[in-house]
C-alpha cells in the first residue's frame, strides 16, 4: 500500500502516521511547514505516548512524487478558496482512490465530477486533535474513522484501508452509506463549531455546561433535515452526542481554531449547505437559520477587518 497525504494539519499528519507506524509508505503533500516536516518529520503527542511521523516522502507538489499512490487521504477542510481539484491533480493516477477526510455536507460532488474514473471514498474522523505548532500535533481524545464510497457502497480497496486503520488500534468502520454518517457527524459540528466561535472562543464543555437545551435544538434540526433527505439518524443520536461531549476534555473546535488565526472557517460546508437543504425539503429549521446568519455575519466582520 502506497499513501499520500495532502494536508499536513491535525487530522492528516495523525491518520497518516497510524498507517506510517505499521510500515505502510506514507508521503505527505506538505505547504506552509514543508520546511519544517523535510527537516524534522511529525510530532505526535497523545495521552499515554509521544512519536515521531517520519514520511516516505515530503512533497512541495504532487508532481515531484516518485510514483502515484494508490491512495490519497485529502485532508484539508472545505473553505473558500481551498482549490481541492488543483491539489489532487498531478497525484492521481489510473489506479488511485481519493480519500476525503473533510467535515460538511454535500461535499463530494465536485471531487467526483473531476475525476469521474477513481474511486472515491469519503471518510469522517470523530476526534479530537489539534496542530499546536509545525509538525507538532496534539491528540486529546477519541479517533474513530467511517470509510464508505461515493455516493454509497463498500468496495474492496474501501474495506482494505479500514482493515489497516483497525489494525493501528482505532476504531474504524467500513460504511455503506457514507451520507448518512456525514449527517450523524453533522448533528455535533452544526451545534459546536460555530457556537465556539460566536461565543467568543469558548471550549465545548462550557458550551455544553451553560447552554445545553440550545445544542440539543440544534441537533435535533440537523436530524430532521436528515431524515427528510432520507437518512434518518438514530432516536438517540442527540442524546448520545450530548452524553460524548459531557465525557471529552474541554476542547477548542476546528472552527474556533481558524477564527482565531484568521482563516476562512467551514461555515459553507458544515452550516449553509444543511440549512439549504433543510429549506429546499420544508424542514422548519429557525435555530439553524440564525446561527448560520451569524456566523455570515463574523466572518463579514472578519473580512472587514483583515
Same mark, same amino acid.
Given at each position: ?25 506514507? +508521503? ?16 505526535? &503527542?497523545?495521552?499515554?505516548? /509521544? ?24 485532508? !484539508? ?7 481541492? *481539484? ?34 472515491? !471514498? ?14 507538532? !500535533? ?20 474501501? &474495506? ?7 489494525? +493501528? ?14 449527517? &450523524? ?32 435544538? *440544534? ?18 443520536? /442527540? ?14 473546535? +476546528? ?14 460546508? !458544515? ?36
Amino acid at each position: 500500500m502506497n499513501v499520500l497525504v495532502i494536508g499536513t494539519g491535525a487530522v492528516g499528519s495523525f491518520y497518516g502516521s497510524l498507517l506510517a507506524r505499521q510500515g505502510i509508505a506514507v +508521503s505527505v503533500l506538505a505547504r506552509s511547514d514543508y520546511e519544517h516536516v523535510k527537516a524534522h518529520g511529525i510530532q505526535i &503527542q497523545t495521552k499515554n505516548d /509521544v512519536y515521531d511521523f517520519v514520511p516516505h516522502q515530503v512533497v512541495r507538489s504532487a508532481a515531484e512524487l516518485s510514483e502515484k499512490p494508490d491512495y490519497i487521504l485529502l485532508c !484539508i477542510k472545505v473553505v473558500e478558496g481551498a482549490d481541492r *481539484i488543483g491539489l489532487l491533480k498531478n497525484a492521481v493516477g489510473p489506479n488511485t482512490a481519493i480519500v476525503l477526510i473533510s467535515n460538511g455536507i454535500d461535499i463530494e460532488q465536485e471531487i467526483a465530477e473531476a475525476f469521474p474514473d477513481n474511486e472515491l !471514498i469519503s471518510g469522517l474522523a470523530f476526534i479530537c486533535v489539534t496542530r499546536t505548532a509545525p509538525g507538532k !500535533i496534539w491528540h486529546q481524545a477519541y479517533g474513530r474513522l467511517a470509510l464508505g464510497n461515493y455516493p454509497k457502497g463498500l468496495s474492496e480497496k474501501t &474495506q482494505a484501508l479500514a482493515a489497516a486503520y483497525e489494525k +493501528s488500534g482505532i476504531n474504524c468502520v467500513a460504511s455503506e452509506d457514507i451520507t448518512t454518517a456525514r449527517w &450523524q457527524k453533522c448533528v455535533w459540528n452544526a451545534a459546536f463549531n460555530p457556537l465556539s466561535v460566536l461565543s467568543g472562543g469558548l471550549a465545548t464543555s462550557d458550551i455544553l455546561n451553560t447552554q445545553e437545551a440550545f445544542c440539543r435544538v *440544534i441537533m435535533e434540526e440537523i436530524a430532521a433535515i436528515a431524515k427528510a433527505s432520507g437518512h434518518p439518524l438514530a432516536d438517540d443520536i /442527540v442524546e448520545v452526542n450530548i452524553s460524548s461531549t459531557h465525557k471529552m476534555p474541554p476542547y477548542k473546535t +476546528s472552527m474556533l481554531l481558524d477564527f482565531e488565526a484568521g482563516r476562512p472557517m467551514e461555515t459553507e460546508a !458544515i452550516l449553509g449547505n444543511a440549512v439549504r437543504y433543510g429549506l429546499r425539503l420544508g424542514v422548519a429549521i429557525p435555530h439553524l437559520e440564525a446561527v448560520y446568519a451569524l456566523m455570515k455575519l463574523r466572518e463579514l466582520k472578519l473580512q472587514q477587518d483583515q
